[in-house]
Nanobody
Framework: QVHLVESGGGLVQPGESLRLSCAASSSSLRVVTMGWFRQAPGKERELVAHVTWNFGNSNYRGYGDSVKGRFTISGDYAKNTVNLQMDNLKPEDTAVYYC?????????WGQGTQVTVTS
């Protein structure tokens, strides 16, 4: 099992920015995808963004419709890290954000970090 460490959550006002980071406990994984889901109270877990590598040589980035144009994901295949830059945050972005990693061994999750957007 892979241990994921998340950081960067917090409380901000609408229109402000936050940056989430996630690092895997091992840098030698054959990572396929790293990304973020989020879950708000009373709602289902929602895909926010992901980056998928093709044997480390190229990558594809995907975003949920609600965050396109505001969030940017970046990742380092060699270090097994992923960051999520969140700009122009809205109250509806309030949720617990979970990092995940997909490898040939399966999917592992981080413990979650709270993001709260309120005036």
């Amino acid at each position: 099992q892979v241990h994921l460490v998340e950081s960067g959550g917090g409380l901000v006002q609408p229109g402000e920015s936050l940056r989430l980071s996630c690092a895997a406990s091992s840098s030698s994984l054959r990572v396929v995808t790293m990304g973020w889901f989020r879950q708000a109270p009373g709602k289902e877990r929602e895909l926010v963004a992901h980056v998928t590598w093709n044997f480390g040589n190229s990558n594809y980035r995907g975003y949920g419709d609600s965050v396109k144009g505001r969030f940017t994901i970046s990742g380092d295949y060699a270090k097994n890290t992923v960051n999520l830059q969140m700009d122009n945050l809205k109250p509806e972005d309030t949720a617990v954000y979970y990092c995940y990693i997909d490898s040939p061994e399966g999917r592992d999750w981080g413990q979650g970090t709270q993001v709260t957007v309120t005036s």
